[in-house]
């Protein structure tokens, strides 16, 4: 097994390469003067496992397509396997079509990697109208989630709190990371009405007043949804107001709209690199390719 990244995530594949005491071997990819894709494997695949470990963001067009030159090649030059690691796996918020004419982005991304790759492990992806990875990929998709870490996370910074999320979808962070901690948690009712416009609303009233709320999503994205939420919360009268995002994005001026909303701290897993990173997911990506161990020779 090898192990290389297309540019996103390369600290965490040296990381996790480290910890399986195997090689990164980084990918020659830069642009012909056309601007054309240039891409070179700088080492031998032929026989091996490949693992590309590529977050989706930033630039996701660009990681989609440098991921499939790169699975392509490996192919090509007679890799045994590809199996793609995206920490944060773009596309998937477009899983219908909302509107006559558009595209639906989760499944042509799906299509193109399920002609490339081999197998795809991904961090909590943002599955909504789908009920699993295996409703649009057909080769082996494997769904790690955070939410254990996050739970430690909280146990460990964050006392006497209540655990908040912003929308129907992140009951499955929100819920079970709030009843493993044991605290309570509520889901509020998002209306989105545009990218950049939601409204949200609390339906099941907790006790606020006094504790350190924690709002907890999978995607931080213009933070308009976290904001929103925690508008309301301060209203509440929280001491505290932390936003934990599996995925932070942070696109536009999310951040500052997020403090002026009124968060007080913001956490993210390394999915995405940013330095709001507290949570390290590498442990996830590594126990799962330790699974793999017929591959892995030191
Ligand atoms: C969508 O439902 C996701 O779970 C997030 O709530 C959403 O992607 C956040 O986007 P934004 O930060 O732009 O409101």
Request: glycine share 6%.
């Amino acid at each position: 097994m090898i192990i290389t990244s297309c540019g996103n995530s390369v600290e965490m594949a040296k990381n996790a390469a480290r910890s399986l005491g195997i090689k990164f071997c980084p990918l020659e990819i830069k642009a012909f003067p056309d601007g054309d894709i240039y891409l070179k494997y700088t080492w031998p695949v032929k026989g091996k496992t490949v693992v590309i470990i590529h977050s989706f963001q930033p630039n996701p067009d660009m990681s989609l397509f440098d991921v499939i030159f790169a699975a392509e090649t490996a192919k090509d030059l007679e890799a045994k396997r590809v199996v793609l690691i995206a920490p944060y796996l773009a596309y998937m918020r477009q899983d219908k079509r909302f509107h006559y004419g558009e595209a639906i982005n989760s499944k042509i991304m799906a299509k193109l990697l399920n002609n490339s790759i081999d197998e795809i492990i991904t961090i909590d992806p943002h599955l909504h109208r789908y009920g699993s990875l295996k409703d649009i990929f057909m080769i082996r998709a494997v769904k790690l989630t955070a939410n254990r870490l996050i739970e430690d996370y909280i146990q460990k910074n964050i006392p006497n709190c209540v655990i908040v999320g912003p929308d129907a979808e992140s009951y499955q962070w929100a819920e079970e990371v709030a009843e493993r901690i044991g605290v309570e948690a509520t889901v509020l009712k998002k209306t989105r009405y545009t990218s950049r416009h939601v409204d949200v609303k609390v339906v099941k009233p907790i006790p606020i007043k006094g504790k350190n709320a924690v709002i907890v999503d999978d995607i931080i994205s213009t933070g308009h949804t976290i904001a929103e939420a925690a508008k309301k919360i301060r209203r509440k009268g929280a001491k505290t107001i932390t936003a934990i995002g599996v995925h932070g994005l942070f696109v536009e001026d999310a951040i500052s709209k997020l403090k002026k909303a009124g968060v007080t701290h913001i956490i993210t897993c390394n999915t995405v690199e940013h330095e709001t990173n507290k949570i390290d997911v590498t442990g996830l990506i590594v126990d799962e390719l330790k699974g793999m161990k017929g591959d892995i020779k030191k």
